[in-house]
């Protein structure tokens, strides 16, 4: 059964920066693609990154440029580095194994595939 486990959360103040980790266990990652989730109070959960098999990276617009995500495939360890955080990156993080399928406009929509972790607070201060 595979398990995610995520940590490295913190408060932090504005500006400042946080690396958050996804310990995968029961699976290899070498072959998957992974996102990084996250979930604001009374928002839905949202991708900001995502990471694919070969390499590619993807991140949402109000993280391009901040946020790397990651893969150590020996530690099978997600990570998503977290740089000149704002108070909008508050929320709880959570990664995933992602399936990539093409949408009808050429895009590509991932779907998240295994059960979620319990993921890791991040609180950044004014």
């Known amino acids: 059964q595979v398990q995610l486990k995520e940590s490295g959360g913190g408060l932090v103040q504005a500006g400042g920066s946080l690396r958050v980790s996804c310990v995968v266990s029961?699976?290899?990652?070498?072959?998957?693609?992974f996102g990084w989730y996250r979930q604001a109070p009374g928002k839905q959960r949202e991708l900001v990154a995502v990471?694919?098999?070969?390499?590619?990276?993807n991140y949402t617009d109000s993280v391009k440029g901040r946020f790397a995500i990651s893969v150590d495939n020996a530690k099978k360890t997600v990570y998503l580095q977290m740089n000149s955080l704002k108070p909008g990156d508050t929320a709880v993080y959570y990664c995933?194994?992602?399936?990539?399928?093409?949408?009808?406009?050429?895009?590509?929509?991932?779907?998240?595939?295994?059960?979620w972790g319990p993921g890791t607070q991040v609180t950044v201060s004014a």
């Open positions: 995933n194994k992602v399936w990539e399928s093409p949408t009808e406009d050429g895009g590509t929509y991932y779907r998240p595939v295994w059960s």
């Open positions: 029961g699976s290899t990652v070498s072959t998957y693609s």
């Open positions: 990471k694919s098999s070969g390499g590619y990276t």
